[in-house]
């Protein structure tokens, strides 16, 4: 491939970010791939207003890799590109192994330095590796899909990888051909790590059976992407129809009407949305199995990984699963926010409704647990109710009753967390109140 065919396909791919990429940052390793990205995009200045700069991370996990940084300090200076260079800890007992903990270190990094666009230099080759690798694990469709060239990663840079079509051969003829120097990392030769052996033993053994087919693998993860794509939108249409109104939460009836492939592609897609790692076929099966289960109705607090899989009554949702240890009592002096049971509990200023603020000032605000015996009246002149009736009425579920924050003021209960506030502590019309809200229960 020439290098000016070369250059106008990254040139191409930066016109068609989907949001303005002036400031771009390239992930530089040192390594042939990045070396060649870095130099591509210097030599587009002149055609595409782009702040480059690059990053390079320093893991440790080499011998002599800490010299890595300098040769990659030369190239920028070289260029006239900003560098900034970072070391990170590697998690040496991450559950993914020591090859996915320096991938997440890394890409920690990358993402905390701010900027709009993160140039990734993953090419074609690196693409059929990944689909290879995931097919083997039987990661299904979304995992096929390998590497995505534009991924906008939340409140991160958006990550982009112009190469992703290119072969490695012709990123070797243009470093070649511009006489460029780059690092050689030993690590990538040791095939006891599995990516590596896929590198250097199978597909180039597949290759000489079967010619192209890194082309194909590659082709294959681009449709099963867009395959993948189709679902995500499937499941975010299912996620719209199937919401309660005024909640976050899902009618459990109208889910279990849902064919079982269906349902268990919502699952996936809430998961990946919460940030969770996929669960196999059978896990996710039992999950699904457990929330049609006919007892689910009266109450599933599910684990998976950090968040749970929550089934009360004719609802379900997702929701974080660990949180800090609820406080027996904290003396709250009206913050806008704490800290409660793995969520937050908030007061807004409003008139008319909530807790009279009259009521509250100067009195000694706490916020406790249940703690049995307690009993509120929620209108005047009507009965007091047991915690335990007010709770069930209420519709709260019973694994968030034990952590539930109450507020007490001067000693006398005024508000129960999902049930409502006391009559006797009610604002009037047209009185200055307070709404107070605990994040946890808005599921």
């Known amino acids: 491939m020439p ?13 068609q970010l989907p949001q303005p990429a002036r400031r771009v940052r390239v992930g530089l390793s040192g390594g042939l791939d990045s070396t060649v990205l870095l130099h591509l995009l210097a030599s587009l200045r002149q055609t595409l207003p782009l702040q480059l700069s690059a990053a390079h991370v320093q893991h440790g996990l080499v011998a002599g890799s800490a010299a890595w940084a300098d040769d990659c300090r030369r190239l920028c200076d070289g260029l006239g ?41 993953h090419h074609r080759d690196d693409q059929a590796e990944t ?28 990550v982009w990888r112009p190469l992703l079509d290119v072969p490695r051969s012709a990123l070797l003829a243009y470093a070649r051909a511009h006489c460029l120097a780059w690092v050689d990392d030993p690590s990538n030769a040791d095939s006891g790590f599995s990516r590596n052996f896929l590198r250097n033993e199978v597909l180039p053994l597949v290759e000489s059976r079967f010619p192209g087919a890194a082309a194909r693998l590659a082709r294959m993860g681009r449709l099963c992407g867009e395959a993948a794509g189709m679902l995500d939108e ?14 976050q939460r899902l009618g459990r009836e109208a889910t279990l009407r849902l064919s079982s492939a269906r349902l268990r592609n919502l699952l996936r ?12 076929e059978d896990r996710l099966r039992e999950i699904e199995r457990q929330l049609c289960s006919p007892g689910a109705a009266e109450g599933l607090c599910l684990p998976i990984g950090k968040s749970a899989l929550c089934v009360y009554r004719e609802a379900w949702w997702l929701a974080p699963a660990c949180h800090d240890a609820a406080l027996i009592l904290l003396a709250w002096i009206l913050e806008p926010s704490v800290r409660w049971a793995g969520g ?7 008139v008319g ?24 009246r929620l209108r005047a002149g009507g009965p007091s109710r047991s915690l335990k009736n007010l709770l069930q009425e209420a519709g ?14 001067d000693g006398r209960l005024a508000w129960i967390a999902g049930v409502g506030v006391a009559a006797e502590f009610r604002c009037r019309p047209g009185e200055s109140g307070v709404v107070l809200n605990w994040s946890v229960l808005a599921g």
């Open 131 to 158: 689909v290879l690798f995931r097919a083997i694990r039987g990661a299904g469709v979304r995992g096929a899909g390998g590497m995505r060239p534009v991924v906008a990663a939340g409140p991160g840079p958006l």
């Open 3 to 15: 290098s000016t065919e070369l250059a106008g396909r990254v040139a191409g791919s930066w016109r």
């Open 269 to 280: 897609f809430m998961l990946l949305e919460a940030g969770e790692a996929m669960p196999d």
């Open 396 to 409: 709260v579920p019973p694994w968030l009753r034990d952590d539930l924050p109450l507020l007490w003021v």
């Open 81 to 121: 590109v900003p560098l900034v260079v970072s070391a990170v800890q590697v998690d040496r007992h991450h559950p993914g192994g020591l090859e996915a903990a320096a991938r997440d270190a890394r890409r920690e990094a990358l993402a905390a330095l701010g900027d709009e666009v993160l140039a990734l230099a």
């Open 344 to 350: 937050v509990v908030e007061w807004r200023e409003t």
């Open 234 to 247: 499937l499941a975010a249409l299912d996620l719209t129809a199937l919401r309660l109104p005024g909640s």
């Open 353 to 376: 409704e909530g807790l009279a603020a009259a009521a509250l000032a100067g009195g000694v605000c706490e916020l406790r647990r249940r703690a049995g015996g307690e009993r509120m």
